[in-house]
């Protein structure tokens, strides 16, 4: 049978934290469950020490000082060596009673990574009361679908099953919220299996309160996009970059032609070396996108050598 892992990253989720597990362990009662109280600054921990004792589930409480999901998501995986890792939040969003939906591609071994898709449904556009939220979430889904040539309906959900040979293979390098959209890259990039099925949303009871806040979390989805274009598609990103410069330098240089070919002389110099300068260094980024293009191609190989499946561990 196969060991079931159900990782519970928490900051200050003190009202949903019991139900969350509750729940959970109706579902799956021999799982083990890891909630990782990410420096909360309220009973979290306690609360959910107390429901893992009165369930009598196996699993514990860890702490993880460093805030960011990421980096409690990082110190679930590991802190327990599993055959599948069910990734839920703490704020009962998430339906348990369909979590054996996600486990089954997996634990038939079908697909690497299974997310729960809020989207399809249309239940996270109308229990999600942030706008804002709903487009950042459209505008970077739609950027990695383009840059893959893939058809994802949700790259941010919370909800996912994951194999063990995923978890081992995938470095967890980002800190934060972007730990979701991190995944997918890593999972497209890295030509894992990945399967989406559709499941409810709800949002928050109330007295409970998102940790998001829409221009930060705007923030990071721009710079989000910029980092998919830099350290996925280097030649693109730098391309672009080399195009811009190079069209900011032909406008510069447009007087400087003019006085040569009337005058023979040049009077605009400071434009000249203007012109100049941002020449050479659209030449400079069309080169390093070169080269971190082969880097990253490079990489992708060495990644495909290193990597060993279970079955052949």
Request: a negative charge.
């Amino acid at each position: 049978m196969a060991k079931i892992a159900i990782i519970i990253p928490a900051y200050n989720e003190e009202q949903t934290i019991v139900e969350t597990v509750r729940e959970f362990h109706a579902e799956l009662a021999d799982a083990t469950f890891v909630v990782v109280n990410n420096a909360s600054t309220d009973r979290t921990a306690e609360v959910a020490r107390e429901i893992l004792d009165e369930l009598g589930a196996q699993g514990m409480v860890i702490e993880e000082p460093r805030k960011g999901k990421g980096n409690a998501v990082r110190r679930g995986f590991h802190a327990v060596d599993a055959d599948i890792y069910v990734m839920t939040d703490a704020d009962q969003t998430y339906p348990a009673s369909q979590v054996h939906a996600l486990i089954e591609p997996v634990a038939y071994g079908a697909a690497d990574m299974v997310v729960g898709d809020r989207i399809s449904g249309g239940h996270y556009r109308s229990e999600n009361k942030r706008s804002f939220h709903n487009f950042g979430n459209g505008l970077v889904r739609s950027l990695i679908n383009t840059i893959f040539n893939a058809g994802l309906a949700d790259v941010m959900s919370g909800y996912r099953v994951l194999s063990r040979n995923f978890v081992r293979n995938y470095p967890i390098l980002v800190e934060g919220f972007q730990i979701e959209t991190d995944m997918t890259l890593h999972a497209l990039d890295k030509r894992f299996r990945v399967r989406e099925i559709p499941v409810d949303y709800r949002d928050r009871p109330e007295g409970s309160e998102s940790k998001l806040n829409t221009f930060v979390d705007g923030g990071r989805v721009l710079m989000t996009i910029v980092r998919i274009f830099r350290q996925y598609r280097p030649l693109a990103f730098f391309g672009a970059a080399a195009l811009v410069l190079l069209l900011c330098a032909l406008i510069a240089g447009v007087p400087v032609l003019e006085d040569w070919l009337r005058h023979r002389y040049i009077y605009h110099v400071p434009l000249a070396i203007l012109a100049t300068g941002l020449t050479l260094l659209a030449g400079l980024s069309l080169s390093l996108g070169l080269i971190l293009d082969s880097i990253v191609y490079q990489h992708k190989m060495n990644f495909e050598r290193g990597m060993r499946p279970d079955s052949e561990s």
